[in-house]
């Protein structure tokens, strides 16, 4: 069997380099080190951070002492204030292009835009450029939330940066009967969208399709659901433990691909893996 | 048969200005008037103009002294200095709708966005408003064009006044996966969407519609389309010399309507008209 991984898989720029942040400051800081929330959406990653002594603050609360990394996600300027205000190192992991949305956002608020932020409302991500953008701003789901919008005659809007486009088109659409203008910053990164691209691409050559990544992490699993939507048989998986031979009887050609917060090495077991069954089920025959 | 005439019917507000402007400029100017294209797209009005002594010109080239009107539609700047250099008056009754498209198609440009005009690229205020926003802006008549368009980082979109909504929504929705930033002022016109509604509205209550206005009047004949698409039978006339009574035989409501053009006095005499087919028949039967 010939296993062949999609041309983007995996960590996408803002989590590899959050992770790098972070264990960089492992190695430089001293006393406690801590991330506030999970830094990636994947167990393992956690753990593996974990034995590193890196830990696991769900809030400001929890830490006393010591050094707080803020995650890919970024975070709320109020809670950069409140843990300078602890007394702590605050290392500020945001991802550049999250960067953008939040200072964008920000912008547009200052120049009296009703700002609308197209995601998400409980994503942390989304939670975090609202604090950039004021008491204003307002998220929307979809374009059916625009009917209940505070009038406005200026919309500036962003877009959570893994949103799919689709979504800011349809919102763009229902806000433009409403306002003399529409501003609209795409803020939406280009990572989800390609490893979609490139998964269906490689989901035409193969008879089965491996997707690896945590089963909370949403961008994996909308790949799956995509990649089902095109009719081949798709599996997901955290771990190569989960990977089952049966999934492969007489398939030659298998495709593996994972979400944007799955690390290479996870990657690596499951490729490993699926080579082995391949084997094992070639031996059989 | 009654006869009720729709709540938006005839002058929208910059045509009734542009009119008035012109009636006032032939009494208090001394000396040839001319108005650059005829004032407003209805044979009967270009008509009353002419009997009251305002020619109409379709160049500059054609007039050599006196005073020029520039219609609602407006015009290139270009065009009102080379009036004022040939030494002409120049009175200038560019509707204000048209003038804030203008200014924003302007605006945009210095500002450094691409600019794009979403309409008929060979409707006079497109060629108006391109004018105004120098030589790199583009008109777009449909999302599919937007394909052809040159890159960049940053779009800046008006709308020729009386295009539909839905055409900008498509445009915007075909320019946001390509830019960092789509900003759309939307300058469409009220007016012609609310003659189409309450066109709509008094259909829903009469069994024939009749619609007054010039052939050439793009937005009357839009009017009629619309009307068509409905369901109820429709008839455009330009006067009420036009009126056939069979259109309206066994028919107890009919309703009237007119294009944005269509000065109220044709309107006036084609309800009246209406109204005696109506008596006509009534007493025949
Ligand atoms: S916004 Fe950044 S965190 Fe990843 S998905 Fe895009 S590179
Ligand atoms: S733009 Fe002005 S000319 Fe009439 S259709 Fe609207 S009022």
Chains 1, 2 share one sequence.
């Not at 006393?64 to 190192?89: F, K, M, N, Q």
């Not at 409302?121 to 008491?135: C, M, Q, S, T, Y």
């Not at 949103?163 to 763009?172: A, G, M, S, T």
């Not at 803020?187 to 390609?194: E, H, K, N």
């Amino acid at each position: 069997m010939e296993v062949k991984r999609a041309r983007n898989a995996g960590f996408c720029f803002g989590v590899r380099r959050a992770l790098e942040i972070t264990l960089k400051a492992r190695e430089e800081k001293e006393g406690p080190l801590y991330t506030l929330g999970p830094l990636i959406h994947n167990p393992q990653v956690v753990e593996f951070l974990a034995s590193k002594g890196v830990k696991l603050a769900e809030s400001l609360e929890e830490i006393t002492e010591g050094t707080v990394i803020i995650r890919s996600h970024g975070v709320d300027p109020a809670v950069i204030r409140e843990a300078e205000a602890r007394g702590l190192t605050v290392i500020d992991a945001t991802c550049p292009y999250v960067r953008r949305a939040q200072e964008l956002a920000c912008e547009l608020a200052k120049q009296g835009y009703q700002v609308v932020v197209v995601g998400d409302r409980d994503h942390p991500e989304v939670k975090g450029i609202l604090g950039w953008a004021g008491p204003q701003a307002v998220v929307v789901g979809s374009a059916e939330e625009v009917a209940g919008l505070p009038e406005a005659p200026a919309y500036g809007v962003v877009a959570q940066t893994t949103q799919p486009i689709n979504r800011l088109q349809e919102v763009v659409h229902a806000l433009l009967p409403r306002a003399k203008e529409v501003r609209v910053y795409n803020t939406i990164c280009s990572a989800v969208a390609s490893r979609i691209e490139s998964a269906l691409e490689l989901a035409r050559e193969v008879e089965v399709m491996v997707v690896v990544g945590g089963r909370s992490s949403a961008n994996t699993r909308h790949l799956v659901e995509r990649l089902q939507l095109s009719g081949v048989p798709t599996y997901h998986v955290e771990t190569a433990a989960e990977l089952r031979p049966e999934w492969f009887m007489g398939v030659s050609r298998a495709g593996l691909t994972a979400g944007a917060s799955t690390p290479d090495w996870i990657i690596e077991e499951v490729e490993k893996r699926m080579r082995e069954i391949g084997e094992m089920s070639a031996a059989e025959q």
